[in-house]
């Protein structure tokens, strides 16, 4: 079941989705909101799956919103401007309903939630780790991550291949779905896989050719792993 909620100014839009959203036997809309502080103060204290968004809102705009969100959300946004689809869709926006939209096109948009939500949790095995990234699900062996790297909004995942993959989750987002028997924080804007951890060097941990700082909140923690 896709736990959700939705949030747009015009009640109209609100009663359209929770209307469409009952027709479906996957989504639960846990509330709907028409205030975004009220909103945010929700998807803090309750475990959601989906967020439905206006784009165009009075206090901040919808994009602008899930932006500052320190969460993975699934996203679909919803907008009476065709202009906001390009900008949503670098979000890695699950969808982009155009208003008014059809019973059909909202449920093809809700089918694609689901079949994240069920890729998601049928690769929630401790050796995957699961992230959007250019508009893809993408299933990255947990053996094959050399480092990872906190960018802003964006973490950057580098691979034993020399790849990269950047994907829109917070640092905090992405340690919560990595085993900590395996991973460990040792900056605040990295994070390392205890097995490729070749030495440590004054403040800094050898990881193939990175040399990686070492905060003095993890200090104590990465020293551990050495006793």
């Known amino acids: 079941m ?14 359209i989705i929770t209307n469409f959203c ?16 009220e909103a945010l ?10 967020l439905f968004l206006d784009i165009q809102m009075p206090s901040k705009n919808g994009i602008d919103f899930y932006k500052m969100l320190d969460t993975d959300l699934m996203v679909i946004f919803t907008t009476a401007y065709s202009e906001y689809a390009v900008e949503g869709f670098n979000l890695n926006a699950t969808d982009y ?14 089918h694609k939630a689901h079949n994240e939500l069920l890729f998601k949790q049928s690769n929630n095995a401790q050796n995957h780790l699961v992230v959007r990234s250019d508009y893809k699900l993408l299933r990255i062996e947990f053996d094959d991550i050399l480092l990872i790297e906190g960018l802003d909004d964006y973490t950057q995942i580098h691979l034993q291949d020399g790849s990269k993959i950047v994907a829109r989750i917070s640092m905090k987002n992405i340690l919560e779905k990595l085993p900590a028997s395996q991973f460990t924080r040792a900056h605040r804007s990295y994070i390392v896989p205890v097995n490729r951890i070749k030495a440590i060097k004054s403040k800094n941990l050898l990881i193939d050719s990175f040399v990686i700082p070492v905060g003095d909140t993890y200090r104590e923690e990465i020293l551990k792993l050495f006793q």
């Open 22 to 37: 009952e027709k479906t036997d996957f989504i639960k809309l846990e509330a709907t909101f028409t205030n975004q502080t």
């Open 97 to 110: 309903l155009l208003k008014p939209f059809s019973e059909e096109r909202f449920m093809a948009a809700v």
């Open 41 to 50: 103060d929700y998807i803090k204290k309750n475990p959601l799956d989906l």
């Open 2 to 15: 896709i736990r959700a909620i939705a949030i747009d100014d015009e009640p109209l839009g609100l009663k």
